[in-house]
């Protein structure tokens, strides 16, 4: 059997990473810009984005069914022409998957533990 790249999923990643980080912009950066040291009234304006939050956190959990999907699916492994991925590239993607994902996971859920922090 001939071997192929694999599918990539880095698109759907990127674009589930986005969603996340706009997803907590309005918990994120205000605390990240007070700990670097930068002020303002301006600052406050930023959670006006907080109503944006469940369509973006519904973004990224699209996105990574898509990754998911592309990586964990039926397709994944050998096409209907008896083709084959390359089962260390094919292992390497879907370990950062889970790294992005719980990375992302952290993203989305920072409004609810950032109260521990503070």
Known sequence: ???LPARSSLPAIIAASLAAFAASVCCVVPLVLVLL????????????LDAWRPWFSAATLGCLGLAFWALYG???????????VDPRVLYRRRRWLWIATVLIGL????????????
């Open 74 to 84: 039926p397709a994944s492994r050998c096409r209907t022409d008896g083709e084959c």
């Open 37 to 48: 040291g930068i002020s303002g009234a301006w600052i406050a304006n930023l959670t006006a």
């Open 1 to 3: 059997m001939a071997r």
């Open 107 to 118: 993203l989305l859920l920072f409004p609810y533990y950032v109260g521990w922090f503070l």
